[in-house]
């Protein structure tokens, strides 16, 4: 029947989502706080708790269409050495590590399923493994609440930032219009095709 099929494939959608939505947050809320920010502390945000980063409309999107956001975590470049540097290792070590462990799950799918015969391991491990991928590829673009909006303003003048933050509405906009058009999927598979 299909219709255990699609409900399997949506539970692992929901699991693989919780696990990546909070690593990354975990992940980027850790590495400002190791560089000096209290603020990710101070909010609870050190934590693999995924209640601390789920946000509803952004794990929704990222359910159904791949692409989505979670709680965005609070820094502050005032406890860094270096303020651009730190703003954009923070925003950079999610990204980096969604790539590194879903390219390591990616490459251990196979052997699983050899091991194991069990396609249903087999397919959360490939889903986990390309959406981890995907959302680091997805993390770049410099829009509000994900990282690219970070290391995008910490490497702007202080009047290109007001200006550029002038607009986030409408570049919110823009890219969950992208996001239900299909546009950023077909991109970001496009990218990640060599992979696979």
Not at 76 to 88: C, D, F, I, M, Q
């Amino acid at each position: 029947m299909a219709f255990p099929t699609v409900m399997l494939n949506y539970v692992i959608r929901i699991v693989c989502g919780f696990i990546i939505i909070t690593v990354h947050g975990f992940l980027t809320a850790l590495t400002s706080y190791l560089l000096g920010d209290n603020t990710p502390k101070i909010n609870g945000m050190v934590s693999l708790n995924p209640k601390k980063h789920f946000e509803p409309i952004g794990f929704i999107l990222f359910v159904i269409f791949g692409f989505g956001w979670g709680q965005p975590v609070r820094t502050s470049t005032y406890g860094y050495k270096n303020k651009k540097t730190g703003a954009v290792v923070t925003a950079l070590v999610p990204i980096a590590a969604g790539f590194v462990y879903g390219l390591a799950v990616l490459k251990l799918q196979p052997v699983a399923y050899s091991l194991t015969g069990n396609s249903y391991i087999s397919l959360f491990l490939y889903t986990l493994g390309y959406r981890a991928m995907a959302f680091a590829l997805y993390n770049i673009i410099p829009v509000y609440p994900l990282n690219g909006h970070k290391m995008l303003t910490a490497l702007l003048s202080p009047n290109n930032v007001l200006k550029y933050n002038q607009m986030e509405k409408i570049l919110q906009y823009v890219l969950v219009f992208l996001i239900l058009m299909g546009l950023v999927g077909n991109v970001v598979g496009f990218i990640l095709s060599p992979l696979f």
